[in-house]
């Protein structure tokens, strides 16, 4: 299930609305709300371990492997690495969908794209920072 879906199920589950979740998390009620509607997701990992803390569970239990890599981007590389890894977890989550990958190896196949992803990322800053130098020479 992804974010929203936990997020939802878990606080039904245990009775609480929005208001008393959103306070035992330390966020306002809109921001749970935008949460809860799939409008927002959290853009670093502590905003979700406090949501999982007032829910009694952990983080990872709270996202979904994807997702866990968009907020480690955004945590990375701001908006733009978000967007960009939430679409690469698209297109390959597409590629997997035949179901034929155990959950164990979708979620290896996952994190090496995301290493990959950054690798590149930097490899891609050191050469532009060669071409600006090469630039101004």
């Not at 994190?111 to 532009?128: F, G, H, M, S, V």
């Amino acid at each position: 299930m992804s974010f929203k879906d936990n997020l939802r199920a878990r606080r039904e589950g245990l009775g609480i609305t929005q208001v008393e979740l959103a306070k035992a998390a330390g966020i306002t009620t809109r921001t749970l709300y935008n949460y809860e509607s799939g409008e927002r997701r959290p853009s670093n990992i502590e905003v979700v371990q406090k949501i999982a803390n007032a829910l009694g569970m952990t983080a990872e239990e709270l996202l979904s492997s994807g997702e866990a890599l968009v907020v480690e981007a955004h945590e990375r590389g701001g908006a733009k690495a978000a967007r960009d890894v939430d679409a690469l977890v698209g297109e390959i989550t597409g590629l997997f969908a035949g179901g034929k990958l155990s959950d164990d190896a979708l979620d290896g196949a996952m994190r090496a794209l995301n290493e990959a992803y950054w690798i590149a990322k930097d490899k891609n800053k050191k050469y532009a920072r060669s071409n600006r130098s090469a630039d101004n020479e």
